[in-house]
């Protein structure tokens, strides 16, 4: 885990050291906390979203799922990145990265957690080679790193989408130029319980 930030310009005013936090790889432990700090954040319409379709049954991208942890363990925020086909060009598909959701605890909002899982995000998807990524979001917020919907004008999300806030960071120059075409999963489907164990037992077999 990274060293601890403070969610405060003037963190030595506040008694709560719980404030303190790190971002690191989200663990297994926190996917509880995350569902409920996910319905906290976004409401119970967040499974109904187009990008909803593409997380889907599917795992994050490989060492690009976040957490904002607090010095007591308690989660304050969180953020994936997923595997996609950003359309086609040429007849090839485009890969890229689909971020979201992004979502910091509600009583912790507008202290810098969201911008500092989102730099984080965007410096371990460029780190790891990724070349572009894509969001659903308000261009107003992320447009302060990078985002916006000029690179998107081809693309399509699979379900209803405002085009304006169909936004992207081109990590390599030019990455999603001539890019068009729905926006489809490309990351590896996640097991269900049951499918686990059937491998864990055809493993041993
Ligand atoms: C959006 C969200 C992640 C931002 O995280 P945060 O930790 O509150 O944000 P930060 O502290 O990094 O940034 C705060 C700044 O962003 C602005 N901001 C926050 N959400 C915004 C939005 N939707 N549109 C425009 N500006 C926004 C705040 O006004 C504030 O502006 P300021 O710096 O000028 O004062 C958080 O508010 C959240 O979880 N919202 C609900 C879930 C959601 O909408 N997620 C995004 C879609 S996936």
Known sequence: MGVFM??????AAFENAARLFAIGAEQP???DAREALLDRAMGPGRTRKSSEAIRQGRLPAEGLAFSATAGDGSLMGTVRLWNIEA???DGSPVPALLLGPLAVDPQLAGTGIGAALMRHAIAEAARLGHDA???VGDPEYYARFGFCADATAALAMPGPFE???LLALELAPDHLRGASGIIAPAGPPALTAQASSQLLLADVA
């Open 6 to 11: 403070s969610a405060f310009p003037h963190a």
């Open 87 to 89: 359309g086609a060009r």
């Open 133 to 135: 990524i894509v969001l």
């Open 163 to 165: 085009s304006r806030r």
């Open 29 to 31: 432990h926190q996917i």
